[in-house]
């Protein structure tokens, strides 16, 4: 699903990001992405996102070659991803319905598989009763379940998370973590950022730490 062979990644400057990652996270696979604030955690998500693109070595996601994919195949490769973000950026002049619809509008779905689609995500986040509400009055955690919505709606192979729980407490961290285990239990493959430990600690998935943008150790657990 996920592959780096020899990644590194250099900003303008000289700062390097991230330096000869090698990892490989397989189809269907669940696993945590830890390390200290800096350590490069978000700068390899946006790798496989395409938001940025490495300096040296091959990023290879669902089985492309990301430093040969053109521009105008990125939308199209996005399609397949789900993103979770800590400040769910999610759009306060729109309802909960058309935050979650938004993915399917801009892939060109129909009004009718569009809605269908964002009510199945709603109701698998516990949220379909307040689909006309404005996330504005939403607690933190429903907001934050909204984003999950979101980035679940196109049914995506793999699900990304960059500190999905930073803001939550220790109650409703355990509710989001059990909703990505739902998503995985499913054929779902699953990478979250977090320098959580207590959180890591709890779910026995493979753990990738990264220090100073190296990959120093890869942990793996069993339940």
Same mark, same amino acid.
């Given at each position: 699903?996920?592959?780096?062979?020899?990644?590194?990644?250099?900003?303008?400057?000289?700062?390097?990001?991230?330096?000869?990652?090698?990892?490989?996270?397989?189809?269907?696979?669940?696993?945590?992405?830890?390390?200290?604030?800096?350590?490069?955690?978000?700068?390899?998500?946006?790798?496989?996102?395409?938001?940025?693109?490495?300096?040296?070595?091959?990023?290879?996601? @669902? +089985?492309?070659?990301? @430093?040969?994919?053109?521009?105008?195949?990125?939308?199209?490769?996005?399609?397949?991803?789900?993103?979770?973000?800590?400040?769910?950026?999610?759009?306060?002049?729109?309802?909960?319905?058309?935050?979650?619809?938004?993915?399917?509008?801009?892939?060109?779905?129909?009004?009718?598989?569009?809605?269908?689609?964002?009510?199945?995500?709603?109701?698998?986040?516990?949220?379909?009763?307040?689909?006309?509400?404005?996330?504005?009055?939403?607690?933190?955690?429903?907001?934050?379940?909204?984003?999950?919505?979101?980035?679940?709606?196109?049914?995506?192979?793999?699900?990304?998370?960059?500190?999905?729980? +930073?803001?939550?407490?220790?109650?409703?961290?355990?509710?989001?973590?059990?909703?990505?285990?739902?998503?995985?239990?499913?054929?779902?493959?699953?990478?979250?950022?977090?320098?959580?430990?207590?959180?890591?600690?709890?779910?026995?998935?493979?753990?990738?730490?990264?220090?100073?943008?190296?990959?120093?150790?890869?942990?793996?657990?069993?339940?």
């Amino acid at each position: 699903m996920i592959k780096f062979d020899s990644v590194s990644k250099r900003y303008p400057g000289g700062h390097e990001a991230l330096t000869n990652i090698d990892f490989h996270l397989q189809e269907g696979e669940f696993a945590f992405l830890t390390g200290h604030s800096g350590a490069g955690k978000s700068t390899l998500l946006k790798l496989i996102m395409l938001m940025e693109k490495a300096s040296t070595g091959q990023v290879f996601v @669902n +089985g492309k070659n990301l @430093n040969r994919l053109s521009r105008r195949h990125i939308p199209f490769f996005r399609r397949n991803i789900g993103v979770v973000f800590q400040d769910h950026q999610l759009l306060f002049d729109r309802n909960v319905f058309e935050n979650v619809a938004l993915p399917l509008l801009i892939a060109g779905y129909d009004n009718r598989d569009a809605a269908r689609r964002v009510r199945a995500a709603l109701d698998k986040v516990g949220l379909l009763k307040k689909e006309n509400q404005n996330p504005v009055a939403l607690s933190g955690g429903e907001q934050q379940r909204v984003g999950i919505a979101r980035a679940v709606v196109n049914k995506p192979v793999l699900l990304l998370a960059d500190e999905p729980t +930073g803001n939550l407490d220790p109650e409703l961290s355990a509710e989001i973590m059990n909703l990505f285990e739902q998503f995985n239990q499913v054929g779902t493959s699953v990478l979250i950022a977090t320098h959580d430990l207590g959180l890591i600690d709890k779910d026995r998935h493979r753990v990738l730490t990264l220090d100073r943008g190296t990959l120093v150790s890869e942990e793996e657990r069993s339940k």
